[in-house]
């Protein structure tokens, strides 16, 4: 992991290499190998969650704000964010990949890469070309907020719970690519690449809730759980499918 690379300053990097490319996507965790239907597109995500509770996410997203690779020698690339912040909206297709941030990376082996979550912000006057951003998201009352979730849950077939969390801290999740390619191997960029190499970033968002009794939980700490929640329940892949081992809960 990156905690364990010594940074490296004055490095020149070398001519040529690939453009590497960066996605993000969110789903339910798998099941038996399966990633299971929680919702359909632009519809509610709804799930149980460990204790029983049938959860139903009305709105909700994440914020992706940036992104940077480390070669194994803890030289930094720091990543173009195509569109500036991502705010994910998670009613989308789950799996549905968004197309986040990317670089020109010179030719050697990277061992790391950085998501940083944080509070969106609506883009300025000038900024606010839907050619040039994200798709500005449908409920504004997420803005400040780097995870916001609001609906609503039941036990049985009793009355909805309603909720509304935010989270407005960042988030510096840090990812290992140092076996991206098989056992001991870091994710390599050769001097020559006929194609861009990609890196696919995934998260649940049916386990913010585990443990939770709606009938008797502290909101405040639910809401100061939730980007440790992120940062354990976000993965890298290679290229574009995402690994569907099981996380333990």
Not at 16 to 27: C, D, I, N, Q
Not at 224 to 234: F, R
Request: charged fraction near 30%.
């Amino acid at each position: 992991m990156m905690a364990s690379i010594t940074l490296a300053s004055g490095c020149e990097l070398e001519e040529g290499g690939a453009l590497v490319h960066v996605f993000s996507t969110h789903h339910a965790t798998p099941e038996n190998g399966v990633f299971p239907d929680r919702g359909t597109e632009d519809m509610p995500r709804v799930f149980d969650n460990d204790l029983g509770w049938e959860i139903t996410l009305v709105n909700s997203y994440v914020t992706t704000v940036g992104m940077t690779m480390y070669r194994c020698d803890g030289t930094p690339l720091e990543l173009n964010m195509f569109w500036g912040p991502c705010p994910e909206d998670l009613h989308l297709r789950d799996l549905e990949r968004l197309t986040v941030a990317g670089l020109k990376a010179s030719p050697g082996r990277y061992c790391g890469l950085e998501v940083t979550y944080g509070p969106y912000e609506l883009p300025s006057e000038e900024d606010d070309d839907p050619l040039v951003r994200h798709a500005t998201p449908k409920n504004t009352e997420m803005v400040g907020s780097t995870i916001y979730m609001r609906g609503g849950a039941r036990m049985g077939d009793g009355d909805y719970i309603p909720f509304e969390l935010r989270f407005r801290d960042e988030v510096s999740v840090e990812l290992d690519l140092s076996e991206l390619d098989g056992v001991d191997s870091p994710m390599k960029v050769n001097h020559k690449e006929n194609f861009p190499k990609e890196l696919t970033v995934s998260k649940t968002y049916d386990r913010f809730f585990d443990g939770i009794d709606f009938e008797n939980f502290d909101q405040a700490a639910l809401e100061a759980s939730l980007g440790d929640i992120l940062a354990v329940e976000t993965r890298v892949s290679k290229g574009s499918l995402v690994d569907r081992d099981e996380p333990q809960r």
